[in-house]
Each structure stands twice: as C-alpha cells, then as structure tokens.
C-alpha cells in the first residue's frame, strides 16, 4: 500500500516561480540563479514581515529618520480626522541603517513582487502649504510620470519632509537602501567610491531625486550624497515604493519593453542595461506646437521619440555672425530617434529649440541615469553631433564647435 506523502505548504508556489524565472531568463548557471532567486525571496519575505504592522497600530517608518515630536503615522483610515492646520513633524537624517546583504541586481525582477495591495497603506499627515511644496517638488518627477493618478496620490500620501543642513550625508554608500528623496530644495554632491577615493561625479541643483537604485535592485547605494547647504526632501520609504513603484516598473517593461528594443541608439546594450532604462524612463506628452526644449537652457535630461514626431529649430545668425532671432528648421525626429543628448554630452546649454509637431509622446532619460546607463552610446551620439556641424556649415556657413 502506497503511504500519502504531506507536501509542506507553498514548496508547489516556490518551485513554480523558480521553474517560471529559469524559462523567462535562461541563466547560464541553475544552482547561480537558484541561490539569487530563492535569497531574493528570503529577503522580500524578510522586509514584509519588517514592514507589516497591524492595522489598529500607527505605522512606524522602517528605519533611519528621528521625529522632532512624537506625532506618529497615520494608517487611512485615520487620514480624515487629521487636523490639517497641525505642523506636521519635519525629519532629519540621523544615524546609519542596517546593513541589507546585497543582491544581484540582475537578478531582480519585478514581477516578483507578490500582490501586496493587502499591505498597510502609509499616510503621513501634511498640512495645506507642506501639500502644496509637495505636488511642486514631484510635478518632473520621472518615477512618478507613469504612475495612475491613484497611486500617485498614494505615493503623495505617504511622502514625509525631510530638512536638512550643510554636510549631511543624506546617503552613504554600502548602506542599506531605506528611502527614496525627492528635492525640493538644496545643492547635493554626489560621490562615487572607486578603488578607495571618492570622486564628486555630478550634484542635484534644486530638483531632481536620488535613491532609487538600492530599493528598486536591492543593492547596497551605490554613491553617496551630501548637502552642500540647508535643503528639504521629500521622503518615501522603501515598502511603499516597493509597492507602488517597482510594481509600476514591471507595467513599464511590459510596454516599452519591444520599443526600447528597436531604438536604433540603444542596440548595442545588452538586454539587462535596456531594461534598466525602462526602470527609471519617464513619459511626456506634448500637443502640437508645444516647447520641449528651449535653445540656450541648461540641460537635465534626454529624450526618444515614442510617437508622433518633434522639429528642430536653430536660431539664425546674420553675416556679422550675431544671432537673430528667426527660428531655421534643422531636423525632424520620429518614432524611436533622439533628441537632448548635445548639452548633455557637451555640458553646453541646450543648442537648438525643439517643438512637438502633433500629438507627440517622448519617453525621458534625466542626466545622472543618461550619464550612468548611456556610456557605452556616447560614440555613436559623438559620429551624429559631427552630422549637425555639417548641416549647420551648410546652412548658416559656419558652425560652433558643437563637440566641445
Ligand atoms: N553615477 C551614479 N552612480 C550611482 N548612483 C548615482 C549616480 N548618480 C546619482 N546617483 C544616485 O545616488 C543614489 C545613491 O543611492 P542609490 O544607489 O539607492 O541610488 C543612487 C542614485 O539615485
Ligand atoms: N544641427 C543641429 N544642431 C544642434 N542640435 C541639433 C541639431 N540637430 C538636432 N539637434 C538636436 O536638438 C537638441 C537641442 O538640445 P541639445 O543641444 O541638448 O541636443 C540637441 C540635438 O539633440
């Protein structure tokens, strides 16, 4: 007679998604891949249980920030009966996290994230003129650009202010991630460590945000950011942006994911670093006739045409060599070309005045993740910038070094 043999509960789900994940990434390695998928899931099981408080109790923020009161979390429910006048608690960086064992980022994959709508949602209070700082500092938020207006409202919900003063590390790297800042005000230097010397590779000038990269791959941060005057951010802790960003980030792959694969710019990058574009892309929509790029603004991020199409205008010279200030058309770009990249890879301002002609759609790239993620194109943008000195011989007779 045949004994029953018990299956422990959820071994069948487990080896399922291990079995699902070797099929949809084929890694060279199995026993390599097993370990990276099943830790990662010891991990995220490890910060559910971190992150899930009971309902009846205030939510606590995971980590790393003191109150200046004791003005708890509010859970929403609580949400309405907030006094909206209260000023509510600013925090402050204050001492190091725990330290997360890192986890390869390739190995990461957002359609992991269980279905977490369950999770306490964080609410933390704000009144009228603190809301209204907020939807400003988050209005060019690349993260949020693809964000349903729910979850944005979420996302705005949970955000709590953070000042801070000269010299603050807000990150170090090697940590554990723990927030993700938005900037609302403030100069922050940002330092990679290479081979034990700390190197200022750019700064945050006012706006902009940081932090993404350790909670979206669960890495250890990979640079280091410092105030370099008083400043307030905006933070959103890590379940929360694993919620509703990461979760977000798996609808962005699915959709660009085919586009993002037939830009021509972006074809010599393996899979894995385009895929790291989409993480971090944000979509635009423009009308007609619409102003994208102004010639001479200083620059902070790069565009690809998803649909419709953008026109180029240059401002002419006249014989002395002066500007006028008649626009001259230089170029078109369509679906799947680019556009921004000259002041970025030249650190000039922007060179010409870019319009949307017609319903246009863009996806955009923000400097520091263009400067990250877009070296290995920066040849090929260099042979296209020689093309515009040429166009702008033929047309003007003369060109500005535009490489320089
Ligand atoms: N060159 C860079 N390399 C790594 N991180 C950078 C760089 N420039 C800006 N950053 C930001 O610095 C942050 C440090 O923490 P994270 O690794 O979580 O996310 C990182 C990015 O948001
Ligand atoms: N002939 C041209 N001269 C300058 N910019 C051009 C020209 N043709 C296309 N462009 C694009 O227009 C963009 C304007 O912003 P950037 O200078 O950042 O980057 C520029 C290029 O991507």
Redesign the pocket.
């Known amino acids: 007679m045949m004994s029953t043999v018990e299956i422990p509960a959820g071994l069948k789900e487990l080896l399922q998604g291990y079995t699902v994940e070797v099929l949809r990434r084929r890694p060279p390695n199995l026993a390599e891949f097993a370990v990276q998928h099943f830790t990662r899931i010891l991990e995220s099981q490890r910060n559910d249980q971190q992150a899930k408080i009971p309902s009846t109790e205030p939510v606590q923020k995971e980590v790393n920030f003191e109150s200046d009161t004791d003005e708890p979390n509010k859970h929403e429910e609580e949400e309405e009966e907030e006094e909206e006048e209260e000023p509510v608690p600013v925090k402050r960086p204050s001492g190091k996290t725990n330290r997360r064992t890192a986890v390869c980022a390739e190995a990461y994959n957002p359609d992991d994230d269980e279905d977490d709508d369950t999770e306490p949602r964080v609410v933390n209070p704000k009144t009228d003129e603190q809301r209204h700082r907020l939807q400003d500092a988050c209005r060019d938020i690349l993260l949020f650009k693809t964000l349903e207006q729910e979850q944005f409202s979420e996302v705005l919900d949970a955000m709590f202010e953070v000042l801070v003063k000269p010299q603050d590390h807000i990150i170090d790297q090697g940590d554990d991630g723990d927030n993700f800042y938005v900037i609302e005000k403030g100069v922050y230097d940002i330092f990679v460590q290479k081979d034990g010397v700390s190197i200022c590779v750019g700064k945050y000038d006012n706006k902009g945000s940081f932090g993404e990269l350790a909670l979206m791959y669960n890495t250890p941060r990979a640079a280091t950011i410092v105030a370099t005057q008083d400043g307030a951010l905006w933070g959103l802790d890590r379940a929360t942006f694993h919620r509703l960003i990461v979760k977000n980030n798996a609808k962005k792959r699915r959709m660009y994911e085919a586009f993002i694969e037939c830009v021509p710019l972006l074809k010599s990058l393996e899979v894995s670093e385009r895929m790291k574009i989409v993480d971090v892309l944000g979509a635009r929509a423009f009308k007609d006739g619409d102003r994208i790029?102004t010639q001479g603004d200083k620059?902070d991020c790069f565009y690809i045409v998803e649909t419709g199409e953008v026109k180029?205008m240059?401002k002419s010279k006249t014989k002395a060599g002066q500007q006028d200030n008649a626009e001259v058309e230089?170029?078109r770009c369509s679906r799947g070309q680019y556009?921004?990249?000259?002041?970025?890879v030249t650190n000039k301002p922007?060179?010409?005045t870019?319009y949307a002609v017609g319903e246009t759609k863009c996806l955009v790239i923000d400097i520091q993740a263009f400067e990250r993620l877009l070296g290995p194109c920066i040849d090929i943008m260099k042979r296209n910038i020689s093309q515009?000195e040429d166009?702008?011989v033929a047309l003007f007779g003369s060109s500005d070094d535009?490489k320089q």
Do not use: S, T
């Open positions: 790029i620059a180029i240059i230089v170029a556009f921004g990249e000259l002041a970025l922007r060179a010409a870019v515009y166009q702008l535009l």
